[in-house]
């Protein structure tokens, strides 16, 4: 999806800059001149915050993004009819769930999928760790540890200092569902964070304070952390099916055995997965998961 600059256009004088948030067709890109206002050209929107990018003035403070810069990755949800980046060029993914609102681990599974895809690591966030709800999910959770997640407890509201080590010197996202307490976390790590959401709300006219889009924060000189819309949903249509039992750790010990080379792992004979369920190698759970993914894809 990256977009380089057309052979023979005098990009001259554009600039360099780094998306900073993104909000449907328009964008804030932090450029050497300042942060420039911008839309892309034509109908594309396949622009993500964490792009660097090539823009051109086009009056104060307004620009227009000439051209993306190439990833090192991008992170994107696919479903059946359109795609919708989140975030690009990150170097890790922090998946952020809570004991309340109650945890989907479907959606749970299918971003750890993506992170695989993506060749990204990824750390498990249990906020609202003051509330009691929350003993039960780090139980629950126990067998995503054991197949090598890093699961980190914690509560916004408390002490936010278990992960600020983890972050320094990475570009991180956090993704999740709604309401488990993302911006609670930007705000303990970013004081202005609140105060920044304010001016850009009003800055796009859409006077609204929660966060329903992605923006970008410097940390500190090395690290950026990227904050992206809750969501309920987390389509993995752009993963190709015969990649998908490869993303599965617990499955990988197990892949070549099968009676045929050419196995799904659904119902065939001598399936090597089949056998190392049956034996208590591989949750059910996660079998049943892998396959309602690929009959998704029928």
């Given amino acids: 999806m990256s977009k380089k600059s057309k ?10 800059g780094l998306v900073i948030q993104s909000f449907g067709r328009r964008f804030r890109v932090e450029t050497p001149n300042g942060i420039l206002s911008c839309v892309t050209r034509g109908k594309k929107t396949d ?7 090539e823009v051109k003035e086009t009056g104060v403070d307004e620009g227009v993004i000439e051209a993306i810069l190439p990833r090192t ?29 109650a945890c989907h681990e479907a959606m749970l599974n299918r971003c750890l999928i993506a ?18 709800e929350s003993q039960a ?13 890093r699961i980190v407890p914690l509560s916004a509201k408390q002490d936010v200092s ?46 609204k304070h929660t966060t329903t889009f992605a923006t970008l924060y410097h940390l500190d000189a090395e690290t950026q952390l990227i904050d992206s819309p809750g969501m309920q949903e987390f389509g993995l249509h752009h993963v190709e099916a015969r990649d998908l039992a490869s993303l599965f750790p617990e499955f990988r010990p197990h892949l070549g055995q099968c ?27 996660r079998l049943t998961f892998y396959r309602d993914l690929l009959a998704e894809r029928n």
């Fill in 137 to 149: 999910l780090i139980q629950q959770l126990q067998p995503f540890a054991d197949l090598g997640y």
């Fill in 162 to 207: 278990p992960i600020r080590e983890l972050l320094h010197g990475h570009t991180s996202v956090l993704v999740g569902q709604s309401g488990m307490g993302k911006s609670t976390l930007v705000n303990a790590l970013v004081p202005e964070a609140a105060a920044r959401t304010g001016e850009i709300s009003e800055a796009l006219n859409s006077g």
């Fill in 115 to 132: 992170a695989e895809a993506n060749g990204l690591p990824v750390t498990i966030l249990i906020n609202k760790t003051d509330l009691p």
């Fill in 7 to 16: 052979p023979g256009k005098d990009n001259s004088n554009n600039l360099k």
């Fill in 259 to 285: 009676r045929f080379h050419n196995c799904w792992h659904k119902v065939e004979p001598g399936c090597a997965i089949t056998a190392a369920a049956e034996r208590g190698e591989i949750r059910p759970g």
């Fill in 73 to 101: 990755s991008l992170l994107y949800r696919q479903d059946e009819w359109r795609s919708k980046t989140i975030a690009a060029n990150v170097t890790q993914i922090l998946l952020v769930t809570a004991g309340v609102p």
């Fill in 47 to 53: 622009v993500a915050c964490g792009d660097h990018v």
